[in-house]
């Protein structure tokens, strides 16, 4: 084998190695930390009358319930998510619209959305980091994360 076929496969190795990295890594999610995505169980927009103070610290009155956020644009399509609220806690993070204008654009929504959820539940803010390789898709369903916080006078 020559040197330059050898230096030429070095650098497609590094090339494949860089995308990689580039593209990042996706963990497994506990099941149990996100939820499942069902736009048709009638919740989305509606919020209960029942209403929680966030306990010792005197913070505004939630109304406990499912608010829907606003419709992000991409340009990949629209994501749009609904946001739970229970006790004074974010509780679920479901996505109503995802990205779909593309195969490669539905697997990197379909692999964000539940990292994503996760991260809103865990952080209780739509104040959270974008997932790698999929930049425009977490920073809309974020803003919709964030529409639906606002609607529920979440803080």
């Known amino acids: ?26 963990e497994p999610l506990n099941p149990a930390t ?9 919740t989305a927009g509606a919020a209960d009358a029942s209403a ?3 306990a010792g610290t005197g913070s505004a009155t939630v109304s406990d ?11 990949w ?3 749009q998510v609904a ?4 006790g004074g ?3 679920e993070v479901s996505t109503l619209q995802s990205p779909d204008a593309e195969s490669r654009s539905i697997q990197l929504a379909a692999n964000a959305s539940p990292i994503l959820a996760a991260e809103v539940i865990s952080a209780q803010s739509s104040s959270v980091a974008t997932v790698s390789g999929a930049t425009f898709t977490s920073e809309a369903y974020l803003s919709s994360v964030q529409a639906a916080l606002d609607e529920a006078a979440f803080s």
């Open 1 to 26: 084998m020559s040197v330059r076929a050898r230096v030429i496969g070095g650098l497609v190795s590094l090339g494949f190695l860089s995308v990689g990295w580039q593209l990042g890594a996706i």
């Open 34 to 42: 996100t939820s499942t995505d069902d736009p048709t169980n009638g």
């Open 52 to 54: 929680s103070t966030d």
């Open 65 to 75: 319930g499912t608010y829907t956020g606003s419709v992000e644009s991409t340009r």
């Open 77 to 79: 399509g629209d994501v």
């Open 83 to 86: 946001v739970t609220i229970s």
């Open 89 to 91: 806690q974010i509780t």
